[in-house]
Nanobody, 124 residues
Framework: QVQLVESGGGLVQAGGSLRLSCAASGSTFSRYAMGWFLQAPVKERDFVAAISWNGGSRYYADSVKGRFTISRDNAKNTVYLQMTSLKPEDTAVYYC?????????????????WGQGTQVTVSS
């Protein structure tokens, strides 16, 4: 079983950047595919980005392609989401998630473990 803790959220102006981190503990991190999801107020949780166990495969939602980058450091048990050119519509709580498999996963239903989320607010 893996525990996940996100950090790095905050308030930023439109056009700015943030880097989210998700630290994993309790299990061998490299056994897990990782994903980032967001949830805006009164909306469903949506896919943002996913990465395979070794970083060899990465996928993004169309809304963030070219602006966000997912990466991982298995030696540090951490997955990152670098967010640039932020827009007010990126405002949401961002969650990282894990599933024990090598393949990157896009569906929210595939993930077993979730962090508590970190708030990202982008002002116009």
């Amino acid at each position: 079983q893996v525990q996940l803790v996100e950090s790095g959220g905050g308030l930023v102006q439109a056009g700015g950047s943030l880097r989210l981190s998700c630290a994993a503990s309790g299990s061998t991190f490299s056994r897990y595919a990782m994903g980032w999801f967001l949830q805006a107020p009164v909306k469903e949780r949506d896919f943002v980005a996913a990465i395979s166990w070794n970083g060899g495969s990465r996928y993004y939602a169309d809304s963030v392609k070219g602006r966000f980058t997912i990466s991982r450091d298995n030696a540090k048990n951490t997955v990152y989401l670098q967010m640039t050119s932020l827009k007010p519509e990126d405002t949401a709580v961002y969650y990282c998630a894990a599933h024990e498999t090598r393949t990157a996963l896009l569906s929210i239903l595939s993930y077993d473990y979730w962090g508590q989320g970190t708030q990202v607010t982008v002002s116009s």
